[in-house]
Each structure stands twice: as C-alpha cells, then as structure tokens.
T-cell receptor, first 110, second 114 residues
C-alpha cells in the first residue's frame, strides 16, 4: 500500500529563518511527487512536480528536492505570506491516483 | 486561469438527508475528482471521472455516488447523510491524460451533518 508521511505536522518560523519540510514516501515505482500549498479556507494550489531522484524545482523562496525515499521543501528566508499548509502527494506506477500526506502547517511570524 | 467552482462554501444537513454537492470547471478539462479532507488524514479520493458519463471509485466511495452528465460539471451525492460524513469536500480537475496529477482545486465545501 502506498504511503506518504509528512513532518513536522506544524512548524513555526521567524521571518527570515530558513527551514525544510519533509515528505517521506513508500510507493512502488514512483511516477511523480507533487507539492501543493493550501491557504485557510481554500483548495490546494499546485506548486511542483518531481519525477526522478536528484531533480530540483524552484519557485521564489521555495525549492523542492527529491531522493529515492523522500522529498524536501526548502524555504529560504520565509515571509509571513508563506504561511500555509503544504501538502505532498505521490503517484506510484501501480496506482491510478495520488496518495496525499496529511500536510505541514507552516506559520511564519513577522 | 483555471477556475473550479463549488456551489456551496458551507452546508448544514440532517442525518438521513440526501445531499448534492456541485462542481463546475471552466477549462474544458477531461478529468474531475472529488476528495474529502479531514484533519490528520490528508486528502482521500472518493470518486473520479475521466469522461462524461464515466465514473470510477476512489479509495472511500462507500456512502457516496457521483454524476457527470456534462463535461464541465461533476456532482457528488450523499444518498443518506451520516454524521461521519461531516468533512471538507474538495472538487478538482486536471488537463489531458498524462497531466492528470496536476490538479486544480475548488475552494471546498464544509459539510456538517447533524
């Protein structure tokens, strides 16, 4: 059974304090690892897709990386507007749909 | 921009009622999905559809049904609502086959069943 585990569940940072969110996955034949951002009261918004170990994607202060067992979302010098819940999801070769983690709730304090 | 619109932001229903949740997307996407989101459990797929009048069960279809009569509209039906169906319901759509995982979500419907 495919599993995706995110840690920590919640993270509080001071503005400018860089950190990383972790997404560990157990899937057979990874076909893609996805990161989404979800603001309160809204649906998730797509951020990145990673397909193979060693791949990296960047967008503003965010950088996603992928290994054979986990993905990291690195946040460099975060701002309060980066506060949100970050979700990761994985698709295996045998599954037709995504398996989502339960998310990391990030709070960036001014 | 892709827009996925869910008909209600909040709904309160009684146990045993039949509940309809409506979702419309405006980008001619072939694929549409219904998820529920519960604290600590992440998003769980209820049903999805890759074409008009076509539907497939997701991970937790029990107690739900769906309808897709037009390409842009995907409805989730709770035949007889129960308290354990209190949840946030999220509709999503995605582009052509091969891009299925890049999901565009609606804002969600928070359903409370009393």
């Amino acid at each position: 059974e495919d599993q995706v585990t995110q840690s920590p569940e919640a993270l509080r940072l001071q503005e400018g304090e860089s950190s990383s969110l972790n997404c560990s996955y157990t899937v057979s034949g990874l076909r893609g690892l996805f990161w989404y951002r979800q603001d309160p009261g809204k649906g998730p918004e797509f951020l990145f897709t990673l397909y193979s170990a060693g791949e990296e994607k960047e967008k503003e202060r965010l950088k996603a990386t992928l290994t054979k067992k986990e993905s990291f979302l690195h946040i460099t010098a975060p701002k309060p507007e980066d506060s949100a819940t970050y979700l990761c999801a994985a698709r295996s070769g045998s599954a037709r749909q995504l398996t989502f983690g339960s998310g990391t709730q990030l709070t960036v304090l001014p | 921009d892709v827009k996925v619109t869910q008909s209600s932001r909040y709904l309160v229903k009684r146990t045993g009622e039949k509940v309809f949740l409506e979702c419309v997307q405006d980008m001619d996407h072939e694929n549409m999905f219904w998820y529920r989101q519960d604290p600590g459990l992440g998003l769980r797929l209820i049903y999805f559809s890759y074409d008009v009048k076509m539907k497939e069960k997701g991970d937790i279809p029990e107690g739900y049904s769906v309808s897709r009569e037009k390409k842009e509209r995907f409805s989730l039906i709770l035949e007889s609502a129960s308290t354990n169906q209190t949840s946030m319901y999220l509709c999503a759509s995605s582009e052509r086959p091969g891009e299925r995982e890049k999901l565009f979500f609606g804002s969600g419907t928070q359903l409370s069943v009393l």
